[in-house]
């Protein structure tokens, strides 16, 4: 375990171009999967939740389950999709960063907007009762709701990237861990936990985890800027 | 308002630049690019890292190698996802040219198999002649046997040998034979900890680091000859497939070039795979 950080300590301060590629294109695959899975998942999740329409209970449970969705059964599917005998074989995507991207889109999209769907819905029974006293329009209630969940909503998009940068099952199926073009993080560890280096594939493990922590406290450090400026 | 609209403006800016990075990571116009469907030994042994440079430089051409398992990669190329194809199960490379899915299948090299086991070696596989009566020994032992039950080339050599032996392993699976379903290396790592008998290539054999108390305990015997082939994904059916760069690329391998790049590999101090093209 020694061995493990102080060996992840090395690799980042040798600033090793192929771990640094390496990051680089993890940090870009889930990034973009995130803003993908954001600009469908948020919408969806906060129209379901504010909304009431025949079926909804069924369309919620349904998004709710597949929060548990594994990620190597995406990939699996995605696989039977994009394969050149499958029915978008021909748009060539297989072992390509875009069906990285998609796999990790279509694996996050449940959790983006099953939550928002929950924390839109739960703000809205508490403040449905000063909307009807106002009579507020729909349309500005919703904007209401969002504007008051954003907070919620960002540890909603913060989840969501978690999944995305932390899962190896997809992006290994349909990125191929290809050397200097699909090769992410987890499927680095995943490599060299094969070839028995232990501490090295330890070694990623810690620097993904920093990562994922930078990410965090990036957000963190957003949010209270943004209190800051709504309290002066 | 100035504080919002910047604010705007470096989200904007974020997401173009990753919209950027994402398109540029793909195909640059022109780029000469093949894929090859692998089995596993030829990348964790470090092989395609000495070769493929070599390669680029005398052909321009880049190489993207999906390493899997031997029957992963023959189903992955059935499928046409891929241009060429490295394995090593010879009666299965020879149905998939039958079958029509790959053009000629060429001898590559080859190296052996080798059976490891926990060094004070509990069921004694040492004093073994053949891989059949080393075999027979691991069903008869308690030691386990674990078996890689992926259907991989070194799954496929290792079913013929317990055929060969006239024993049915499964039967036993779950008491002494253990079907982990995992790829060679990780077959090793949990081999090791369980102080476990078990089939592996030489090549990944030599390049695994976490061999513990493991050590090679029967070898040598004909039977454990171990043949890499490749051969070109049949353009006929999948008319995508890079024929051109794809010949190249079998040319270079099975050449003057290729084959004493492949002799002059070692790891170790070991030569890892001996050329055989003819």
Redesign the interface.
Known sequence: MLEAFGLAFRLVVSFDPDLYEIIGLSLRVSLMALLCASLIGLPIGALVGFTRFPGRGIIIVFMNALMGMPPVVIGLLLYLMISRSGPLGALALLYTPTAMIIAQTLLILPIVAALTRQIIEDLHAEYDEQFRSLSVSRGFALVTLLADARYSLVTVVLAGFGRAIAEVGAVIIVGGNINHFTRVMTTAIALETSKGQLALAVALGIVLLVIALLVNVAAAVLRSAALRRAYV | ML?SLSRRGAIAAL?SA??L??SG??YAAGEKVI?VQST?STQ?SGL??YLLPKFKAATGITV????VGTGQALK?A????GDVLIVHAKSSEEKFVADGFGLSRQNLMYNDFVVVGPSDDPTELSGSGTAVDAFTRASQGSAAFTSRGDNSGTHKKEMSIWKAAGIDPTTASGSWYRELGA????T??TTALMGAYTLTDRATWI?????QNLGIVVQGDPSLFNQYGIIMVNPAR?A?VKQELAQTFIDWMTGAEGQAAIAAYTLEGKQLFTPNAE
């Open positions: 504080n997401i990753m919209l990075g994402v990571g793909s894929v596993t964790n395609y890292d993207r190698v999906v390493a992955n059935e499928n046409g996802d790829g060679m290396g990780a090793l790592n390049s695994f680091k976490n061999k999948h995508h």
